[in-house]
Structure formats: structure tokens, C-alpha cells
Antibody, heavy 119, light 108 residues
Framework: QVQLVQSGAEVKKPGTSVKASCKAS????????IHWVRQAPGQGLEWVGI????????LYAPKFQGRVTVTSDTSTNSVYMELGSLTSDDTAFYYC????????????WGQGTLVAVSS | EIVLTQSPGTLSLSPGERATLSCRAS???????LVWYQQKPGQTPRVLIH???SRATGIPDRFSGSGSGTDFTLTISRLEPEDFAVYYC?????????FGQGTKVETK
């Protein structure tokens, strides 16, 4: 079955960076784009970025451009999201999610990585 | 970036009633690129409707989507107890994806 397993919770200081991972299994990794979506506690969904694992092409939300980097490793079927210059506003659950081919909908989600930013 | 504005913020209804949720875009959205999700507490979102009006696999036919251009609607014809949740619209356009801020459907 399709699984996206994410790395564990992180506590970071303001101004530092965090790198979360998302390991895919149960399907052909290069066939599906992977998105990163975040959700602050009790708040709505916010799109962060997307990667096409087959060629590494990325697209980021304007808000995060310049401080987020999404990469993929086809040897381990993993996607990574690194977010820098962290502030308390970045405290959220970060989810990876698989995009259904030929559409934009996200049909499978990781369990989320909680990133807490606190001094 | 296309901004999606959902209304109302909260909808208070009783089981069996009809729910009508709105998603308005700041620019025209390609109908192929408009999706609705349901999220319950402690769970990740579940896709309900894609391409404006196509129900995802396993979604009951009481859920329907419609709209075009800048105005899109999710309708739940008769609310079941398990339908009380938060609903989000999602679009791709202008080289970016965005989500609406969500509509909470709560029990009256």
C-alpha cells in the first residue's frame, strides 16, 4: 500500500534551519509529484512547494521563495524539505503529500512532521 | 498568486440539512485545477472532489461540486454525522498552488 513516512518532530531556535524528510513506498516513486503543505496548530492548510522526483524540478510558494529548498533522492525514494531563517511563525505540522498524475489533487499524505520554533 | 476565499467561515447545521460551501478566487481558475478536501481533527485531509465536480473514489454522492471561473461551490445534500468537519478548496494557477482558509461545518 502507498505510504509516505515522515521524519520526527524538531525543536529549533529562531534563525536556524530545519530539514524534514518523507520516504515513499508502495508505488513507483518517479511517477508522482510530491507537495509540501504546512498547518499551524488549529489553523488552515498552507502550500509550501512541489517537486517532480523524476527530474528534480521544483516550484515554491512566493511566500517561501528564497528560504525553502525541496530535493529528492531516487535511490532512497525520499523527498526532503529544508526551511531556513526560522521564526515562531513557522511553527507548524509539515506534511508531504502525493499528487495524483494528470491532476492536482493530493491523494496520499504523510503523517506530518511537527516543527516547533522557540527561543 | 491566486487567493481563495471561502465562506462562510463556520456553518452551523443539523444532520439531514443541506450544506453549501463557497470558494471564491481572486482570478479565473481552470476548472480542471479546483479541488475540495475534508479534514477531521487529528487527521490529514481527504480529497472529496477534483476537477471542480468529479467525486474522488469512494466519496458518497451526497457530495457534489460545481462552479467555474472564480466561483466554486461544494454541496453536501444531506449532512450525515460524519460530515461535520473542516472543508478546504485548493487550486493551481499562476504558477502556484493555494488553499482556501477553510469552512468549518459544525453541529447546530
Amino acid at each position: 500500500q502507498v505510504q509516505l513516512v515522515q521524519s520526527g518532530a524538531e525543536v529549533k531556535k529562531p534563525g536556524t534551519s530545519v530539514k524534514a524528510s518523507c520516504k515513499a513506498s508502495g508505488y513507483t516513486f518517479t511517477t508522482y509529484n510530491i507537495h509540501w503543505v504546512r498547518q499551524a496548530p488549529g489553523q488552515g492548510l498552507e502550500w509550501v512547494g512541489i517537486i517532480s522526483p523524476v527530474n528534480g524540478v521544483t516550484l515554491y510558494a512566493p511566500k517561501f521563495q528564497g528560504r525553502v529548498t525541496v530535493t529528492s533522492d531516487t535511490s532512497t525514494n525520499s523527498v526532503y524539505m529544508e526551511l531556513g531563517s526560522l521564526t515562531s511563525d513557522d511553527t507548524a505540522f509539515y506534511y508531504c503529500a502525493r499528487e495524483f498524475p494528470g491532476s492536482i489533487y493530493l491523494d496520499s499524505w504523510g503523517q506530518g512532521t511537527l516543527v516547533a520554533v522557540s527561543s | 498568486e491566486i487567493v481563495l476565499t471561502q465562506s462562510p467561515g463556520t456553518l452551523s447545521l443539523s444532520p439531514g440539512e443541506r450544506a453549501t460551501l463557497s470558494c471564491r478566487a481572486s482570478q479565473t481558475v481552470n476548472s480542471h485545477n479546483l479541488v475540495w478536501y475534508q479534514q477531521k481533527p487529528g487527521q490529514t485531509p481527504r480529497v472529496l472532489i477534483h476537477a471542480t465536480s468529479s467525486r474522488a473514489t469512494g466519496i458518497p454522492d451526497r457530495f457534489s461540486g460545481s462552479g467555474s471561473g472564480t466561483d466554486f461551490t461544494l454541496t453536501i445534500s444531506r449532512l450525515e454525522p460524519e460530515d461535520f468537519a473542516v472543508y478546504y478548496c485548493h487550486q493551481f494557477g499562476g504558477s502556484s498552488h493555494t488553499f482556501g482558509q477553510g469552512t468549518k461545518v459544525e453541529t447546530k
